[in-house]
Nanobody, 130 residues
């Protein structure tokens, strides 16, 4: 069973930055066969994909329109660690951020969405104050 552990959340003022981390372990297959991504869930809203990366398909990435230009998803393959750099933070970015993973070929990332997600972290809270 894949285990994902997020960290890096916290409270920050608007226009500030945060970097979220997600350490993965217990991958049944080689890491490159997984899509990895970030979702968020804000109070009163549906969970939404934030960013995703498809390791098997040459590391193609996708971003939600709400964070495009402000977010960067990246990885440290040696450490099985996924990152999300968020800049120019806005109060509407306030949410619990979840790391997620899915296995190729079921998992895809396209047009700001990540589908075929099978594994989830416990989440890390991000609070942005104005």
């Amino acid at each position: 069973q894949v285990t994902l552990v997020e960290s890096g959340g916290g409270s920050v003022q608007a226009v500030g930055s945060l970097r979220l981390s997600c350490v993965g372990s217990r991958f049944q297959y080689t890491y490159i066969r997984y899509c990895m991504g970030w979702f968020r869930h804000a109070p009163g809203k549906e969970r939404e994909a934030v960013a995703g990366i498809d390791n098997y398909r040459s590391g193609v990435t996708t971003y939600a329109n709400s964070v495009k230009g402000r977010a960067t998803i990246s990885q440290d393959y040696a450490e099985n660690t996924l990152y999300l750099q968020l800049n120019s933070l806005k109060p509407e970015d306030t949410a619990i951020y979840y790391c997620a993973a899915g296995l190729w070929p079921t998992c895809t990332v396209v047009r700001g969405e990540m589908r075929g997600t099978e594994y989830w972290g416990q989440g890390t809270q991000v609070t942005v104050s104005s």
